[in-house]
């Protein structure tokens, strides 16, 4: 009978266990933010305390009471917030509580590096003209003008620019937009952008960073919309595109006009060729935002290119003053179904126009002009409430405000950052009263207002120092990275290890399973608005379904275009926070030059810096100990030696292990039994599943634990064979470990072989005499090189390549190398 009762009572835990979720931001945290996890639950569950583990040796680190409740929401009976903020260090974690368990999580100071460039990916995709995502060209012979009063049918070359979601429509208002937003990120943040790409959108490096290569890309475009003074187009194709899933290389559309597209000019009047129409009032709304976009790129692109800036200054300052003489909106135009971007506000676009020629001009005309329009709209007007029409108040935050609080003007900037309080105030008011502090409205597109508010309580902080809003900035991020009621990232790949859309309403992802990588899809929406959008439907069933609820629903699938479609200018907009993350965690770190990678791994240091780092591997001999330790010794030069789990656990081996700690060596892993992880041949084919690979890799960290070692010492991780894919760098990636490699080129990996393996056999005098004409012919020699040797070899190799070390290292510095640990190689403190 006892039995029976703990097995019942083992059941109902199960159950109740089944029924409860920890919900934490995939990506991570950095060691200062605020950092808080909800758990959600189907129950009435009661919690007082969580706990902290590591998630590589499973012990606990940390014990907190801070838990908030916060009664039902949506799905759930009973949330809470689970508050670990006051956790600093390093590593890699999950939380347990009331019988749950989070996924894994990072905190480090590293987690959003990257993440901002990482959006490019999907903004590159989105280009129409020469598309570097399918190395072919779309859209060229755009476009036909319509609404012209005497050039109606004509052509005008308006190729270019991006896509704005799925489907190929261009607007000028979302363009300009995501211009502004990424010219903004690289002002503030420059530190967080890599030049990977050319102009053209193709690998390589042409001295510009990416982000400025995307904008200028979409920059080129408004230029052609708006060609001469008093000239501007709204739009480029309609709703007529909707004819299915294709590639944009084979789009058939048909306008009329064989493989032309419409090209709206702005009248200021009422549009739509045929059953809807807009509302528009003016012009105003796409004038200042072509001038507020043309002057911030006169400002950011000055000493790239001079004369372009010059013309942007003109041009923005003739747009402005269009803007001043035709007020009103210019909304884009809807044909064949009754979805456009309803536009209502106009003022906020000319604040922004105004404030960012004064900043560029110095011309207080222009400042007071923005601040009569800013007067005119105080708060964004969706902040605080429960509903919008689509696109009804864009840009989704003010930016004109913060302009003008930067102008070096007390009493403006203290009246335009309260404007601004005001809308983060309504928005935090309405949503403190839930666990995942989310105010803003699920409306369609509600991750692009979820992203616009995390700007404004970010900038509003940097601006003012008030960080009153720190916690819900951070819920809201949090929110788009997995702490959400769904438990996934709202960025197509982001981050590789998490849960991410992977079944995106997208013509490359369904019909050739092309990654999205970077796409910030559009996000919760109220379930009456999916009910009663047209058209719409599940393909692949509802993966969420447990999660939904009658208010909020969302869907990784394909045909809910309503909650799960990738758009541009959400993605472009993103790229500011995500940089000042980025830049703001790393003030600290290193100004060299970043280490190569392939596939995830860091293979290089800096081609700039005379250094390298000497890496030793080891598993199942060790015969050469004493002589690499010796000449280590000699020649004063710390070492990087990753070991396996087998080596660790050798009693044979434990006088070295404690030798090498005591000598200061670097002590890293190298799996616990060396799995080979991929197929030699198909790089992508993984011989080993996640949790396989995670079981080695915990087997291999706890074998070096009972050394002494602890994993937060040991995050550099070198795998077996010396052979991996990106799989297994992300989930390293998400343990907290970076994976390293050795650079090729040398053949000193090769000191393994021996003479039974006939033409795979290198003696150490072949390897010798390569390092040293290899350093010699290569153009930056041996800089940055990650150098792997073995300090223990297979019986059959007579001729040991580490008796050749001390020989080798006293040439290299003879040719004035110096030999670092990956640490100072990496610029990273011990």
């Known amino acids: 009978m006892k039995t029976l009762v703990i097995l019942c009572l083992f059941l109902v835990y199960t159950v109740v266990n089944a029924q409860s979720y920890i919900r934490i931001n995939q990506l991570g945290y950095t060691p200062r933010s605020v950092k808080v996890a909800v758990m959600v639950s189907k129950d009435q569950a009661q919690i007082s305390s969580f706990d902290l ?33 006051e956790y600093t260090s390093d590593g890699s974690y999950y939380i347990s509580a009331g019988g749950s368990k989070s996924p894994v999580f990072r905190i480090s100071s590293g987690v ?89 959108g193709e690998p390589g490096r042409n001295g510009i960073p990416d982000i400025l290569d995307e904008a200028k890309w979409g920059m080129d475009w408004l230029l052609k919309m708006n060609p001469d003074s008093g000239q501007m187009y709204n739009q480029l194709a309609d709703d007529r595109d909707h004819v299915g899933f294709r590639l944009p290389n084979e789009d058939k559309a048909d306008y009329g006009m064989g493989q032309e597209r419409p090209v709206y000019f702005c009248t200021g009047e009422i549009q739509g060729v045929m059953e809807y129409k807009n509302r528009a009032t003016g012009i105003a709304s796409t004038a200042g935002k072509f001038s507020s976009a043309f002057a911030l790129g006169s400002i950011i692109l000055k000493d790239l290119f001079p004369d372009y800036s010059d013309m942007l200054a003109r041009k923005s300052s003739e747009a402005f003053e269009f803007g001043l003489v035709h007020p009103g909106v210019c909304q884009t135009a809807p044909c064949t179904a009754p979805y456009f971007y309803e536009e209502d506000n106009w003022t906020d676009d000319m604040e922004l126009a105004g404030a960012t ?54 009493q403006l900037a203290n009246e335009f950052m309260n404007y601004w309080k005001q809308g983060i105030e309504a928005v935090y008011q309405r949503g403190k009263k839930n666990a995942f502090l989310n105010g803003i409205p699920f409306i369609w597109c509600s991750n692009n207002l979820t992203t616009a508010m995390i700007s404004q309580c970010h900038l509003y902080a940097r601006q003012t120092g008030d960080h009153t809003y720190d916690e819900m900035e951070a819920a809201l991020r949090d929110w788009l990275f997995g702490c959400n009621p769904w438990g996934t990232s709202m960025v197509v790949g982001l981050p ?54 009658d208010a909020v629903v969302y869907h990784d699938d394909h045909a809910d275009y309503s909650t799960n479609e990738p758009t541009m200018d959400g993605s472009a907009d993103l790229t500011y926070y995500l940089s000042a993350m980025q830049a703001e965690a790393n003030l600290a770190i290193s100004s060299r ?52 789990g087998d080596f660790f656990r050798n009693p044979e081996f434990a006088g070295m292990i404690n030798t090498l700690r005591k000598d200061g060596h670097y002590l890293g892993g190298h799996s616990d039994k060396h799995l080979l992880y991929c197929d030699w041949n198909n790089r992508d084919s993984l011989l080993v599943t996640r949790s396989q690979f995670i079981n080695d890799l915990k087997m291999n960290y706890a074998s070096m634990k009972e050394m002494g070692i602890e994993a937060g010492d040991a995050r550099f991780f070198l795998p077996p064979y010396e052979w ?21 080129g040398t053949t000193s990996n090769q000191d393994w072989t021996y003479p039974e393996l006939k ?38 190799r007579k001729d040991k390549f580490y008796n050749q070390l001390d020989r080798l290292l006293t040439e290299m510095e003879k040719k004035g190398y110096t030999f670092v640990t990956l640490h100072e190689m990496l610029g990273e403190g011990r």
Not at 57 to 73: C, M
Not at 400 to 410: C, D, P, Y
Not at 724 to 744: E, K, P, V
């Open 759 to 796: 033409n795979q056999y290198i003696s150490s005098e072949a390897i010798f005499n390569h390092i040293i004409n290899y350093e010699k012919d290569m153009k930056d020699g041996m800089n940055g090189f990650i150098f792997l040797t073995h300090f223990g070899t297979d019986p059959r």
């Open 53 to 85: 583990y590591n998630a590589i040796s499973d012990v606990k680190v940390y014990t907190s009471g801070k838990v908030r409740s916060f009664g039902s929401w949506g799905a759930f009976n009973s949330s809470f917030r689970l508050d670990f903020s």
């Open 357 to 410: 020629l004064f900043k560029l001009t110095g011309n207080k005309r222009y400042l007071e002009k923005a601040a009569e329009f800013g007067r005119q709209e105080l708060k964004t007007p969706w902040m605080g409430s429960d509903t919008a029409r689509h696109y009804q108040w864009y840009p989704f935050f003010n930016m004109g405000h913060w302009q003008i609080a930067a102008a070096r003007n007390s």
């Open 724 to 744: 991996y894919n990106d799989s297994i760098a992300s989930w390293c990636l998400q343990y907290g470990l970076q994976l390293i490699n050795f650079t090729q």
């Open 112 to 200: 959003y590096n990257g993440t901002s460039d990482f959006l490019l990916r999907y903004m590159r995709q989105q280009r129409s003209g020469y598309n570097p995502f399918l190395h072919d060209s779309c859209h060229t012979r755009d476009g036909y003008i319509i609404y012209h009063p005497t050039l109606d049918s004509t052509h005008i070359d308006v190729a270019g620019g991006w896509h704005d979601a799925t489907d190929y429509l261009q607007y000028t208002a979302t363009s300009a937009n995501a211009v502004f937003q990424m010219l903004l990120a690289y002002q503030q943040n420059p530190s967080a952008f890599e030049d990977e790409h050319m102009s053209n």
């Open 496 to 549: 590789s290890f998490g849960d991410s859309p992977s079944d995106t309403h997208s013509s490359l992802s369904l019909l050739h399973h092309y990654p999205l990588d970077g796409g910030l899809v559009d996000g919760p929406v109220y379930n009456s608005i999916y009910k009663n959008l047209k058209g719409i439907y599940l393909a692949g069933g509802d993966e969420y379904n447990d999660f939904q609820s």
């Open 593 to 644: 030059e970043a280490p190569e990678t392939d596939h995830g791994a860091i293979i290089r240091g800096s081609r700039l810096e005379k250094e390298i780092c000497l890496v030793f591997t080891g598993h199942e001999f060790a015969d050469g100990f004493e002589t690499v330790r010796q000449v280590l010794k000699k020649h004063n030069i710390s070492g990087s030696f990753f070991l396996t």
